[in-house]
């Protein structure tokens, strides 16, 4: 499947149209890259999964505001992923932890955007990167189904803190017992590290 994304990346119009070429560009890899914060290069469009660090992805998604920051206040994707992973039956805990991963890399769009006919390219750039990091992890891809439900659930508990002047989501069922915080991004960034050790042992 990745092989096949990444073929058809390859062809795609986003490299032709949007990637400009710098002097220290590797020309065996497929478009450009982006800088990590542990000063490494990630090419979203040719990820590997020897580039994978935890520590990148710990960082960068506790510096990303959920909902596009439209929250009584900040709320970051590792928050969010740290707690669905207390949420969910044991053996899908690693991979609630890491779920939202490729967002390290990829960033995220409003669901009304992603979801549209128009960002099919940026989903299959999505799930190329979230492949090689469920690799990276030893799990399975695409997403689990016990994974996604919990996912939609947690909304609720989440849009009736952050969201107080919505109702959208109040006929999602809500999971028991979760307590959506805030913290700020270098706590919660080892909050979510050493979860990550925990469940990998």
């Known amino acids: ?39 490494g290069r990630w090419y ?9 660090h935890i520590e990148d992805i710990a960082h960068s998604l506790s ?4 909902y596009n920051g ?15 992973s207390y949420a969910v039956p044991e053996p899908f805990r690693l991979e609630a932890l890491i779920h939202d991963a490729s967002e390290a890399y990829t960033s995220d769009i409003p669901r ?14 999505e799930d190329l990167n979230a492949g090689v990091i469920y690799e990276f992890m030893g799990l399975d891809y695409p997403e689990s189904p016990i994974v996604k439900e919990f996912d939609k659930r947690i909304v609720r508990n989440e849009g009736e803190v952050l969201l107080p002047h919505c109702t959208w989501f109040s006929g999602l069922e809500r999971i028991p017992d979760i307590e959506i915080t805030g913290f700020a991004p270098p706590e919660m960034e080892q909050l979510y590290l050493n979860r990550y050790y925990e469940l990998k042992k």
């Open 112 to 125: 009304p955007f992603k979801y549209s006919d128009s960002m099919s390219a940026f989903r299959d750039v």
């Open 63 to 66: 510096m990303l505001c959920r």
């Open 44 to 52: 979203p469009l040719d990820p590997r999964v020897e580039e994978v």
């Open 1 to 39: 499947m990745l092989k096949t994304l990444q073929a058809q990346i390859k062809q795609s119009q986003i490299n032709e149209a949007t990637l400009v070429a710098r002097s220290e560009d590797d020309p065996n890899r497929i478009g450009d890259f982006i800088s990590t914060f542990s000063g």
């Open 70 to 84: 439209h929250c009584k206040y900040f709320y970051s994707v590792a928050e969010h992923c740290w707690l669905l």
